[in-house]
């Protein structure tokens, strides 16, 4: 069986968390789509809102934005969700 990699996820979102409006569009890391909407639960603390389907993975792009300009590096927040 083969390990599973981190991925990175797009949430769409639309709602608010205790102190006001989410973003819609907010990119996490898991190892699954259902990982993914729980790390972004665990962050973000929505009190109120819809997830508008289901999350989307954005690896490829993410790596390719990379290759484009040199760099790309996830925030140090995003490392530590899974």
Do not use: C, H
Request: hydrophobic residues 35%; charged residues 25%; proline residues 5%.
């Amino acid at each position: 069986m083969q390990a599973q990699a981190m991925r990175v996820y797009q949430i769409t979102f639309t709602g608010r968390d205790a102190n006001g409006v989410l973003p819609m569009f907010t990119r996490v890391q898991a190892m699954t789509g259902k990982g993914a909407v729980r790390a972004f639960i665990e962050r973000y603390k929505p009190v109120s809102g819809w997830l508008l389907g289901d999350p989307e993975d954005i690896t490829d792009k993410v790596n390719r934005e990379a290759e484009d300009t040199g760099s790309y590096q996830l925030p140090t927040e995003m490392k530590k969700a899974g």
